[in-house]
């Protein structure tokens, strides 16, 4: 189903621009820098939690619903002329064909959705940037390395698993009832870079960058428990600067490779995930197509990267809130839309 944006924000008055997302993931950044802005903020929330939003002053209104019936606020939604904001809760919640054919304005590039939900368009998509990725494997008889299983979706490294050898590969697939994708594990340290495409200045800025902390992969788990990949938090982190220019260069080539498959091309945040190995050189095996979780690490405080751009410290949350309000001071909201 193909959502006519352009028709609902007709009829937006645009001095009462409202900003909306799902409670959770990053919906307090997105809400604290959309209100600090001078918008009207709302977050979808599930009714087990809708009572923890209501405690902050930047978020005006709380709307409770089960999100197998998030259509039915829409209509409310776009009554406060709302601009939506996705992140990876809302797709796990909602599912990306909901995701998709949601009839609401919505900031970024919402088709990139599905190619997120896919592992294997994921790929495709990043080897037409040309950046370095993982080697993968169809069948598991002829892999000969150690390998990681990821299943699909964003399930914030849910289910994930290491398999050492063949034999072991081959065991543990038997209990996977999910779709998956096999890749060599590579060696080397994360980091997860968070970017921001901004339509209204025409470039690509490196926002910051993060580690996750990884349940029981970086606990205390002294040979008791495999490790496993449930993301549970994140950590600052700060590159050395000779590396800064491949990580522009990626990000600039991935911007390039979305606009070629994935029109209208890339609106705001995303974030490439990689291993940088001991010769320096850097691979990268995910990408999320709208705000990652690791830019908590700087809500309210800013990442160092920002002042690069705007001579002070902003947050991801503020970053799309200013994108919003430029857009909307210039008359190009639908630029920023899907």
């Known amino acids: ?28 950044q997105i809400l604290r820098g959309a209100n600090k802005l001078g918008f009207y903020t709302i977050t979808v929330a599930k009714p087990s939690t809708a009572w923890f939003y209501r405690h902050f002053g930047f978020i005006n209104e709380v709307i409770e619903v089960d999100f197998s019936d998030f259509e039915s606020v829409i209509d409310h939604l776009i009554e406060r002329n709302t601009v939506f ?117 025409d470039r690509v800025e490196i926002m910051g960058m993060d580690i996750r902390y990884e349940s029981n992969a970086d606990g205390r788990v002294f040979g008791l428990e495999e490790p496993t990949f449930v993301v549970v938090g994140n950590l600052p982190m700060v590159l050395r600067e000779s590396l800064l220019p491949t990580v522009q260069r990626y990000g600039e080539d991935f911007v390039k490779a979305v606009s070629e498959l994935v029109p209208p091309g890339m609106i705001g945040p995303f974030s490439l995930e990689s291993i940088i190995k001991d010769d320096m050189s850097i691979v990268v095996f995910e990408f999320s197509g709208r705000i990652v979780a690791g830019t908590n690490v700087y809500m309210g405080i800013g990442s160092p990267y920002s002042i690069l751009y705007f001579d002070k410290p902003i947050d991801m949350g503020e970053r799309i809130a200013i994108e919003i309000r430029e857009a909307v001071n210039r008359d190009k909201l639908i630029d920023v839309l899907t």
């Open 85 to 201: 904001i996705p992140h990876g809760s809302y797709v796990e919640y909602i599912g990306w064909r909901r995701a998709i054919s949601m009839p609401i304005p919505t900031f970024g590039n919402r088709y990139l959705i599905k190619w997120e939900s896919d592992q294997k368009l994921k790929m495709k998509l990043l080897e037409r940037a040309g950046i370095p990725i993982p080697k993968s494997f169809d069948d598991p008889s002829i892999v000969n390395k150690p390998v990681i299983v990821k299943l699909y979706g964003a399930k914030g490294g849910r289910g994930y698993f290491i398999a050492r050898d063949r034999n072991e590969l081959i065991r543990r697939l038997s209990s996977v009832k999910e779709d998956f994708i096999m890749q060599e594990y590579v060696i080397g340290v994360p980091a997860y870079y968070h970017y921001f495409t901004s339509r209204m200045h």
């Open 1 to 28: 189903m193909s959502v006519n944006i352009e028709s609902i924000i007709k009829d937006y008055d645009l001095d009462r621009v409202s900003i909306a997302t799902v409670a959770s993931h990053t919906a307090l």
